[in-house]
């Protein structure tokens, strides 16, 4: 079934309310400020769209943190109702609560126009999905827009639970369907040679992905701490790498399906006894003991890269090593470059790897940078997400 977008609805009068993902990073000091707004800049062509068909309200929603369904003024979306009133040049006003404590009759004045609901997850029916509370917010809005695809993987009751009351009413935002469109792409017709790099701390966080890309990719580089318990797996030593026996069962299993030798495992590592070391080049495969991998040495580094130059289809997700310390960022950003300067369709799927695609000053070379860690990471593995699918059939 196809999803339904924003551009094919007709939105005159209409009071519409409309999810989005503004979980944005904020300093850790008041006041509160911003780090990052890409997340909320992603999210204005929808916004705007939904104005400029003449919409009569727009209620926005979104969660912000993990207050775990109590209110926390550390959590709280007042940044980011200023952010949006300073980008769209329009008053934003900024609820108390995202339901009761007066938002109906706050809709009901006409000079009302663009209303931000407080944290989501301040009430603790948001993550329970409970349908009572999805009810009370179906009620501020004629229509409904999902523009959230960091929060689609998730059966939370405004993106999930609130589609029972859209039937035929409910609308993708611009973002999301890019977001799906490009994620298709790689699981449904990827041009070969198709290459994914798979980073990042921990085996079991990624290995139904792995699985799946292990049937996709001509290809599966991986580096990162991700590395290590397939090298042990295969007989070398680790050290004091992050490498649980949990991981490396599973690698094991992992590399007994590998029969037609897809997997192509770091030869080099930079290695350092602490994490405040410079770090060294180790030009074994094996780590000495007391000594920890924290990037993926120079002749890895070659080796990944040869292989992404040829490939026509390439989709990242994790760094390379230690990527936050200086002394073991050189793998991860050498691994953006050389994705960079691939001119075929080049995707990195959400958390670290975007930071570390910005990181290298080249993410807008990327052909997609997907704004969901966990939702891209679940979309390849099932080719779906429970908030898309209640999009396009209701509940
Ligand atoms: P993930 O969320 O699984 O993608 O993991 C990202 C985190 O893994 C980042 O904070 C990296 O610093 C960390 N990481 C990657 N490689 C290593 C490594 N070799 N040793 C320690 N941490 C690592």
Not at 215 to 232: N, Q
Not at 237 to 263: F, M, P, Y
Not at 286 to 305: C, H, Q, R, W, Y
Not at 325 to 344: P, Y
């Amino acid at each position: 079934m196809l999803l339904k977008t924003i551009d094919q609805a007709d939105l005159k009068g209409k009071r519409v309310i409309a999810r989005f993902d503004f979980n944005v990073p904020l300093t850790k000091t008041e006041p509160r400020t911003i780090t990052d707004t890409s997340r909320i800049d992603l999210a204005l062509p929808t916004i705007r769209m939904i104005l400029e068909k003449g919409a009569s309200k727009l209620v926005l929603m979104s969660h912000l943190g993990r207050p775990d369904g109590q209110v926390n003024a550390k959590y709280s979306l007042a940044p980011v109702a200023e952010y949006l009133a300073e980008k769209l040049g329009i008053d934003v006003i900024l609820t108390e609560s995202a339901v009761d404590n007066g938002v109906k009759e706050l809709l009901t004045l006409p000079e009302t126009k663009v209303v931000l609901l407080e944290n989501l997850r301040y009430n603790p029916g948001e993550e329970k999905n409970d349908l009572e509370f999805a009810e009370k917010l179906s009620q501020y809005g004629d229509i409904y827009v999902n523009d959230a695809f960091g929060a689609a993987h998730r059966k939370h009751a405004s993106v999930y639970g609130i589609n029972t009351f859209f039937k035929n009413r409910a609308y993708a935002g611009l973002l999301l369907k890019k977001e799906i469109e490009s994620l298709s792409t790689l699981i449904e017709k990827p041009t070969k040679p198709f290459v994914a790099i798979i980073g990042g701390a921990k085996v079991s966080d990624k290995i139904k992905t792995i699985e799946k890309l292990m049937v996709l990719v001509d290809t599966l580089l991986i580096g990162g701490a991700m590395a290590y318990p397939f090298l042990k797996a295969k007989g070398a030593t680790v050290g004091n790498s992050l490498c649980s026996d949990e991981d490396v069962a599973l690698a094991k299993n992992i590399l007994s399906q590998d029969r037609a030798g897809k997997i192509i495992l770091p030869k080099d590592h930079i290695i350092s006894a602490t994490l405040e070391g410079k770090g060294e080049v180790c030009h074994s495969l094996s780590i000495p003991a007391d000594f920890m991998g924290l990037d993926i040495g120079p002749e890895t580094v070659k080796s990944f890269a040869d292989h992404i130059k040829v490939a026509r289809t390439v989709f990242w997700n994790g760094p390379m090593g230690l990527f936050e310390s200086e002394s073991f960022a050189k793998g991860t950003m050498s691994i953006a470059h050389v994705i960079a300067a691939n001119t075929g369709f080049t995707v990195v799927g959400g958390g670290d790897s975007v930071s570390a695609a910005h990181q290298s000053g080249e993410a807008d070379k990327f052909t997609h940078v997907s704004t969901g860690g966990g939702a891209s990471l679940e979309y390849i593995e099932k080719g779906e997400l429970p908030g898309v699918l209640a999009l396009k059939t209701g509940l």
